[in-house]
């Protein structure tokens, strides 16, 4: 792997962290809200914003997956063919 996807691994899983930790946080936000607004909590806003965090989560994946399959061909390996030992 050269150093340039090495490096684009990297901030793809910094991003990935930094949306997880978005997540807990607004997580807490909305109980803390919820809690001092009762009826008047904008429940909708946050539903919509958890939405956006999980299509963000999803370009995160998209994008991990093609540098993936980028390094793997460029190796010359069929990415479908590859099997983890994880799986």
Do not use: C, W, Y
């Not at 962290?17 to 109980?31: M, N, P, Q, S």
């Amino acid at each position: 792997m050269s150093s340039a996807e090495g490096e684009a691994r990297k901030a793809l899983n910094r991003l990935r962290r930094a949306i997880e930790k978005a997540e807990h946080e607004l997580e807490a936000v909305e109980g803390a809200l919820r809690n001092a607004e009762g009826k008047d909590f904008p429940a909708d806003d946050f539903t919509a914003m958890q939405t956006k965090l999980s299509e963000v989560q999803a370009f995160i994946e998209e994008q991990a997956e093609r540098l993936e399959e980028k390094v793997l061909l460029s190796g010359g390996l069929e990415p479908g063919r590859i099997r983890r030992s994880s799986e």
